[in-house]
């Protein structure tokens, strides 16, 4: 075993910050999250006038900024590799006795990257909502909402201080709360609204408190002047910032503790689901810690922690979701485990690997989650798949892109999933204190194997048990499975093609082309070697995802349904989310309530008693002074005398001594 060492490569992010020349491509980046909310607020108010133009409309928004961040990706492609970042100043914002923000974008090859996959797959979400949506009553409003999100992740991914990206970052929340509740008749959908913008906000107190130490130390919270400077603060302080950072990550990309919402947010409908699971608001705390990797390389062991938080993420949601039975809640879970796999990346500090994969997760999660809504297009909205079955003659193209994307899940070899995966695995097997890590992950691609198989065989694959297969009771008796209409089945394949090939943007974790790409834009940890060997690493995963869909076919390709999803023991509990969401209701809206409602009562009866007590007090006695108030002058005169003569009585006791006025004893 040789010499066990973290160190850094010698990138140098912002060293060559430029400003944008008037009129050129980047000097238009404004127009890219502006134009999609102007469309947003156009739909919100003459939306039910517009009818189904509004769909246009909001089409057109995002895939104008679809175009533009095309043009701006070529743009710096042409641009000599250590001359690709820009700040292109809006409109001064701030200016309040020395702190000073402008309203300002960054733009360099991670921000165009980001802007290619939330607007790419933004656009294709668009288009399929078309059909998915067709009969909502609220059609306007949902395009309206989806504009919304869009233009609030860009200026997320747009923003060239902490303090612009956290106005992305909070935007998003609002968006989210809209879209997870849009159908707010429903109670429990209404509530996972709730629950999704009350978990979020925990994270981001982290993040705020994190920016205030970042001025108080930095004098600035642009990127540019902060993140060059890093190596100048002390490590204390360095901790406090990257642990508070982190804190905030884990509520917007769903990590443990903060990860309930993230499968709770699947009530909203399934573009939705698509959109916030594969492109947007789950991304961003990745995204977040990428941005400041200079921070999180003068910190490896806080990176550590958060390749472990990363590591059992992935484990517990990969356990939950090989008990779930429902559609979408596997794809939920999933998501969350993906994550798990993007904080291990970043964890270890290959930054390149953690976005990759963040990038090839936005293709074949959005297929994942487009298929589903596929089938439940044509199952009349039925989500448990033990009702599903043999649905692969009557929907091919569902059929046929879901099984592209879940072999990219898998990480099947030459697909995306593949490369972006196993770079992550290799890099936390080459990072000293990552080996238990990797056989975690290892463990995990196992299990993901496991249960994305279960999920296609059970709605694809085998005996049919919907429409007269189907019991008499059976919610699925009446339906007829149908394939999708073009505006649904376009995407898909889109989507398809990405999830397939998303893999060739990096080859090599040494020369593939997007570790050229983020070259000096992210600060990676230089690879070492560790007691594990390198030709051990690729073999064991391709194992371990072959073990997994091996059982997988073999469990379920003639299970009996009546043992799918029942169970006790570890399955169990696997079913019931190991107890966490009971465990969260318990403490915060349980106990949280009662000690509410025992606060509010001590309130009521003892503050507010004494407050109104003195206030009865106060009204009681005026109202037996008020009755000495007659009107009759004789009254008067008669209070007169009585006040004079025990006013003399006073008098005459100060000067002759109390025993001659009364008398004395």
Request: charged share 10%; glycine share 12%; proline share 4%.
């Amino acid at each position: 075993m040789s010499a066990l060492l973290l160190a850094a490569e010698s990138a140098e992010p912002f060293s060559a910050v430029s400003e944008a020349a008037a009129g050129s491509v980047v000097d238009l980046a404004w127009l890219i999250p502006v134009v999609p909310a102007v469309m947003a607020g156009i739909l919100l108010i003459f939306g039910k006038r517009l009818g189904r133009l509004s769909a246009a409309l909001a089409i057109g928004g995002i895939g104008f900024s679809l175009t533009l961040s095309v043009l701006i990706f070529l743009f710096l492609q042409g641009e000599p590799s250590d001359h690709r970042q820009f700040v292109v100043e809006v409109l001064p914002w701030l200016d309040i006795s020395g702190f000073t923000v402008s309203w300002s974008l960054l733009v360099d090859p991670l921000s165009a990257m980001m802007l290619l996959l939330v607007t790419g797959v933004g656009l294709l979400i668009h288009i399929y909502s078309l059909g998915y949506m067709d009969h909502d009553p609220r059609y306007e409003r949902f395009f309206a909402y989806l504009n919304l999100f869009a233009a609030s992740m860009l200026v997320l991914v747009l923003g060239s201080s902490f303090l612009t990206l956290f106005v992305g970052w909070e935007l998003v929340g609002l968006s989210s709360y809209l879209l997870i509740g849009f159908w707010f008749e429903k109670k429990e959908y209404a509530a996972a609204a709730k629950k999704a913008f009350v978990t979020n906000r925990i994270g981001d107190v982290g993040f705020m408190v994190a920016m205030f130490i970042i001025f108080a130390t930095f004098g600035s919270l642009e990127f540019d002047e902060v993140l060059p400077a890093a190596a100048t603060a002390t490590t204390g302080t360095l901790i406090a910032i990257g642990l508070l950072l982190f804190v905030g990550a884990t509520g917007k990309s769903a990590q443990i503790p903060l990860y309930v919402w993230l499968p709770d947010a699947m009530a909203g409908p399934t573009p939705v689901s698509a959109l916030i699971h594969a492109a947007t608001m789950v991304t961003a705390g990745v995204y977040l810690i990428a941005r400041t990797s200079p921070i999180f390389t003068e910190i490896p062991d806080i990176g550590l922690l958060v390749a472990w938080i990363g590591g059992i993420t992935a484990f517990v949601s990969a356990a939950i979701a090989c008990a779930q039975v429902d559609l979408k809640k596997i794809l939920a879970y999933s998501t969350v485990s993906q994550l798990g796999y993007m904080f291990i990346g970043v964890g270890v500090g290959d930054y390149t690997a953690a976005v990759f994969h963040l990038l090839t997760h936005g293709f074949f999660k959005a297929l994942l989650f487009l298929a589903a809504g596929s089938v439940m297009h044509a199952m009349a909205d039925h989500t448990d798949i033990r009702n599903m079955g043999g649905l692969y003659g009557k929907m091919p193209i569902t059929a046929t892109t879901s099984l592209i994307a879940v072999l990219a899940i898998v990480g099947f070899p030459y697909s995306s999933g593949f490369f972006s995966k196993e770079e992550i695995l290799a890099a936390s097997a080459q990072t000293v204190g990552g080996e238990l890590i990797w056989i975690l992950g290892i463990i995990v691609a196992a299990m993901t194997a496991f249960y994305m198989t279960r999920w296609f065989v059970l709605i694809f694959l085998g005996d049919k048990r919907w429409g007269d297969a189907a019991s008499p009771d059976s919610p699925t008796r009446d339906v007829h499975p149908h394939e999708s209409p073009l505006s649904m089945t376009l995407p898909l394949g889109i989507l398809a093609v990405a999830s397939a090939a998303g893999g060739l943007l990096n080859t090599s974790p040494e020369d593939g082309w997007l570790h050229g790409w983020f070259g000096g834009i992210v600060v990676a940890f230089e690879r070492v070697e560790t007691w594990i060997p390198k030709g051990v690493i690729l073999p064991t995963a391709i194992a371990a995802a072959v073990l997994g869909v091996g059982l997988g076919v073999l469990m379920y390709r003639a299970v009996d349904m009546k043992t799918v999803g029942t169970g006790a023991g570890m399955a169990g509990i696997a079913r019931n989310k190991f107890y966490v969401d009971a465990f969260y209701e318990f403490f915060t809206v349980k106990l949280g309530g009662a000690l509410a409602t025992g606060f509010a009562r001590a309130d009521k009866g003892g503050i507010d008693g004494i407050v109104n007590g003195s206030a009865g007090l106060t009204r009681r006695l005026a109202g037996g002074l008020r009755r000495t108030q007659t009107g009759y002058v004789r009254s008067y005169a008669l209070g007169i005398l009585a006040g004079t003569v025990f006013l003399g009585i006073l008098v005459a006791a100060a000067f002759l001594g109390p025993d001659v006025v009364g008398g004395g004893a």
